[in-house]
């Protein structure tokens, strides 16, 4: 789920989902839009606070960030974190 919809869906404005995940408006506001990328840090902040209803692979994330995510993914699956 898109995190636009997410916000809709749960009744949350932009700010008040900022201030739960410790961000600014306008940096939800990007990510809302597509604005730019964001840090791996931010994107699974989300993805915890939506409780995986939005996704941090669905996020734009950086280049490097896509790479440490996709690790992190192939190490749990192998059971690295167990």
């Known amino acids: 789920m898109e995190l636009r919809e997410?916000?809709?869906?749960?009744?949350?404005t932009q700010?008040?989902?900022?201030?739960?995940?410790?961000?600014t408006q306008p940096?939800?506001?990007n990510i809302v839009n597509r604005v730019g990328s964001v840090s791996l840090d931010i994107a699974l902040?989300?993805?915890h606070l939506?409780?995986?209803?939005?996704?941090a692979k669905e996020l734009p994330i950086s280049k490097g960030s896509q790479r440490s995510?996709?690790?992190i993914g192939l190490l749990a699956r192998?059971?690295?974190f167990q």
């Open 6 to 12: 997410y916000l809709r869906v749960n009744g949350l």
């Open 15 to 23: 700010e008040g989902f900022a201030a739960n995940a410790g961000l």
């Open 27 to 29: 940096t939800i506001s």
């Open 45 to 47: 902040r989300i993805e």
């Open 50 to 55: 939506t409780m995986g209803d939005v996704l």
């Open 69 to 71: 995510l996709r690790t």
């Open 78 to 80: 192998s059971g690295a």
